[in-house]
């Protein structure tokens, strides 16, 4: 098994924490886990993206180019990225911010922004309810390993409320393979 994620989007949306909290829980549960970043000149802003690699074994090339997921909060991250997504991938997409023409690809549409501000009156856990659902749908981490890279990584004031959101993603997850809808 490997597997290829890129977290995209723009800086300040959380998406490296996303990536490292991705390679911590894999990591602690025996998987080989390549994560790398980039971010353009403005950290706030300017365009970002984290790659994981999560392998059963070695992992001899460095860089995410075949993608097996993909996670894009902006259009112009879904633009600039979405070529690089296998035929029988994953996009996964905030709904309220991209419009995507129909690919080969599975495409999961959820406005992960709108519903963590109507949830916790902040979209400053949109990203933690993303990463949560591609955990939880994927099945590539188990969420108890989610949980404890969050309480490891995140400032202990924002932990709580991480941790629900997290909550809210896999069962977001679990609403979506049930085929409940999660527009909204």
Known sequence: ?????????????????????????????????????????????????????ISDSEIYYPAAEHLELLLCLTQKAADKYIKLL?????????????????ISAETIAIPFTQIAIDKFKTSLVSNIIAISFICTYTKLVSFKQLEKAIGNNVKEKFIELDIKAAKLGAQLARDYENGKDISS
Do not use: C, F, T, W
């Not at 949306?13 to 998987?31: M, T, V």
């Not at 296998?86 to 023409?101: F, H, M, P, R, T």
């Open 86 to 102: 296998k035929q029988e991938g994953i996009l996964i997409y905030d709904s309220e911010n991209i419009k995507i023409n129909p």
């Open 1 to 53: 098994m490997k597997y290829q994620i890129r977290l995209s989007g723009s800086g300040g949306q959380g998406l490296i924490l996303n990536s490292i909290l991705l390679a911590e829980a894999a990591s602690k549960e025996g998987k080989n886990v390549l994560q790398s970043q980039a971010y353009g000149p403005a950290s706030r802003g300017g365009s970002s993206r984290a790659d994981v690699i």
